[in-house]
């Protein structure tokens, strides 16, 4: 990001407040949002989504979506979309832009292939590893350090990859693994928490 002067080389009270107005313009701004799992919050710049924010036992402060905050329409579709997910909604999130601006091009590659998991479905690490051409042993411990450092939850469903054996790992959002049990609940992902009808 830069900022030109126009017409010299001192800055005078009405560059300095285009100037103020573009960084600000340009910052990530932030709306807190209730979810069937508590509330969460969103970050984006002009890009696109920076961050998603789950929720989180003290609470997450910020502009409220309900007090009025008046986000971007791409902000109220991923936020829709967020919470029609932890409500166990089969929602398609991959339209949601991303600012991947600060996201080297390993990640981006994982985060693309993890949005491809539909819901209801899990995928391992190393299935996803294998999807974006690496089938090495370090791969999927590749796609877990990834994944461990995913800013969009949710948007990028991390909670949707797991280990090959099945295990539940690898899940840092507040609430750790039992908040990825819950969500592969809602999704009705085979093999977590439904009911046996026989036997």
């Known amino acids: 990001m830069c ?10 009270g009405a ?12 910052t990530s701004a932030m709306v807190t949002f209730d979810t069937e799992l508590g509330r969460c919050a969103v970050r984006w710049s002009e890009a696109g989504i920076t961050g998603v924010l789950l929720p989180n036992v003290g609470g997450r402060p910020g502009p409220a979506l309900e007090d009025g905050a008046r986000p971007p ?5 991923a936020i829709d979309g967020i919470r029609a997910v932890m409500a166990g909604e089969a929602r398609d999130l991959r339209g949601v832009p991303l600012d991947e601006r600060a996201v080297d091009r390993w990640r981006r ?14 995928r391992s690490y190393g299935e996803v590893a294998r999807r974006i051409g690496r089938d090495d042993f370090e791969g999927a411990r590749n796609v877990g350090a990834a994944l461990a ?13 797991i280990a090959a054996n099945g295990a539940l790992t690898g899940f840092s959002a507040p609430g750790g693994l039992a908040t990825k049990r819950r969500m592969l609940e809602l999704e009705g992902a ?4 439904q009911q046996v009808l026989f036997g």
């Open 3 to 12: 900022f030109r002067q126009e017409g010299g080389s001192h800055a005078t």
């Open 15 to 26: 560059t300095l407040g285009v100037f103020r107005w573009t960084m600000d313009a340009m």
């Open 73 to 77: 329409e791409f902000v109220r579709e």
């Open 109 to 122: 590659q994982v985060y693309a292939a993890t949005r491809e998991i539909p819901a209801g479905t899990t």
């Open 149 to 161: 450092r995913n800013p969009y939850p949710i948007i990028v469903p991390c909670h949707r990859v």
């Open 190 to 193: 085979p093999g977590y928490g």
